[in-house]
């Protein structure tokens, strides 16, 4: 299970990519535009960046772009439910196009760049239709049918596109995205090259990173969506006709980034496989028995802040555990308390008690209730941990355990009929104030205590972790 950032998400890079948009697939969120007649329809580029929310276990497929006026005209991008990509049109009943990688997109902690670049005016069949991730060209396809010489795209055609969903007679389709979705462009009728939506690092040639894309040539149907007016997500920054955003609120706008990626609760770490995790995987809610999950970031020094809204308890209080377990933690029985190696430490809010190694303590610090914001402040290089009731003090400087023989030290929460909102600095839900760490970073309710940061890509990298 991935313990750290994965790639594209660490080094710093000369263009910051300040938002991104978080779809939830409980929402049933989605963008959509009309689309007018296109400057070309035989060329087009189309460049997205998501971070994954969603596992994928093979209960349905999620939709990134698509529009279906039945199903024998219509075109869909998306993650199928094996975890393929998938590219496919359909005009008048037969297949036109489809690209369906062997590759598998499951990693839940990093982002992704998806870029197709399309141009029927080739002569070269495999030249019309290409498919880059991460900056390289995707070569191993399950399904490879490329579009006829001068074929015109259904992507471009003058109908009603979606991001996140796709349309069928005025219906919807149940096939929603979970995630996050960061600089999204479309250029109709301009021939691009890979190298005009993103760059390797000059330092690690592997990690492909965004750049300013605000010059490219967009065209008629073209479009730019940067995601930095929470009040308006779908808006165009390339100056043509808006999305219109159905389920999104200024709550889904975030910091979590290509280019600042934060940690999040990982649906990879999903004890007892009885939780749901939803909001970009910052949403926790367990209908029955004890579960759990972990984050998707591990710590090894500095200190660290986060948030916990105890968002509804059993019965109106108590019950939910916040707090970390040790990387090596192999949990008995699909019980989240007992582990065969490893550690485990947690602030029980059943009682206000301490549980470290599943052995709970008498002490009585106080619960937090029904709605109220338990602050965590970790600190690694002491190997202490302090826990707060809405900014106050209840836990102070109490040492982890030290079972752990990994050193790496994971949030992880154990809930039980409940529901928690984590927030590593982009919360999923409002705020009565914001604050961020002294780098600027994260948006939280409370200020972090002197010295504690965001668990973020930028901080990692200048402060360790």
């Known amino acids: 299970m991935p313990l750290i950032l994965g790639t594209n998400s660490i080094k ?3 263009f910051e990519v300040a938002n991104s948009c978080r779809f939830a697939v409980g929402d ?11 400057t070309n329809a035989k060329i087009f580029g189309l460049s997205w960046w998501v971070k994954l ?12 772009w ?60 495999s030249n019309r239709l290409k498919l880059y991730i991460n900056g390289v060209q995707e070569t191993s396809f399950s399904t490879e049918t490329y579009p006829a010489e001068d074929y015109t795209f259904r992507l471009n055609a003058n109908t009603t596109k979606y991001f996140g969903r796709i349309g069928l ?20 009728g301009t021939v691009t090259a890979h190298t005009d939506y993103g760059e390797f690092d000059e330092d690690s040639p592997r990690i492909w990173k965004p ?11 073209g479009f730019y969506l940067d995601f930095e007016d929470s009040s308006n997500l779908g808006n165009d920054a390339n100056g043509g006709t808006d999305f219109t955003e159905t389920n999104l609120a200024a709550t889904d706008q975030t910091t979590d980034t290509p280019t600042n990626n934060f940690c999040t609760m990982s649906p990879l770490w999903n004890f007892a496989n009885n939780v749901t995790l939803s909001e970009g995987n910052c949403k926790i809610v367990s209908s029955g028995s004890w579960s759990g999950a972990g984050a998707t970031i591990g710590l090894t020094a500095g200190k660290w802040y986060y948030e916990v809204k105890m968002t509804t308890l059993p019965g109106g209080g108590g019950n939910g555990r916040t707090g970390f377990f040790d990387s090596e933690v192999t949990h008995t029985s699909g ?84 529901t928690q909102e984590y927030n590593f600095g982009n919360p999923p839900y409002s705020l009565t104030s914001a604050a961020s760490d002294e780098n600027g970073y994260g948006n939280f309710e409370f200020a972090p205590p002197s010295g504690y940061l965001a668990i973020c890509s930028k901080n990692l990298g200048s402060d360790g972790g």
């Open 169 to 188: 007679g005025g219906s919807l389709s149940t096939n929603y995205y979970d995630g996050y979705l960061a600089e999204a462009v479309f250029v109709d």
């Open 335 to 418: 019980n989240i308390f007992q582990q065969t190696n490893g550690a485990t430490y947690f602030y029980n809010n059943d009682g206000g008690e301490t549980q470290i190694d599943n052995s709970i303590t008498t002490a009585d610090y106080g619960e937090v209730a029904q709605g109220g914001i338990l602050g965590v402040a970790l600190n690694m290089d002491d190997k202490q941990v302090t826990f707060y009731d809405d900014n106050v003090a209840i836990i102070t400087n109490l040492a982890l355990s030290t079972n752990g023989t990994s050193g790496i030290v994971i949030p992880s929460s154990a809930i039980n009929t409940e």
């Open 12 to 14: 710093d890079t000369g």
């Open 53 to 64: 929310g969603k596992a994928y276990d093979g209960s349905g497929s999620q939709d990134f």
């Open 66 to 125: 698509g529009e279906r006026e039945s199903r024998d005209n219509r075109v869909f991008m998306a993650i199928n439910a094996d975890g393929t990509f998938n590219y496919f049109e359909k005009n008048g009943g037969s297949v036109s196009l489809e690209l369906k990688t062997n590759r598998l997109f499951r990693d839940n902690s990093a982002w992704f760049h998806f870029l197709l670049l399309g141009d029927t005016t080739q002569g070269t069949a």
């Open 211 to 221: 750049i300013d894309v605000s010059g490219l040539t967009f065209g008629d149907n």
């Open 28 to 38: 049933g969120a989605y963008l959509e535009k009309s689309y007018g007649t296109p």
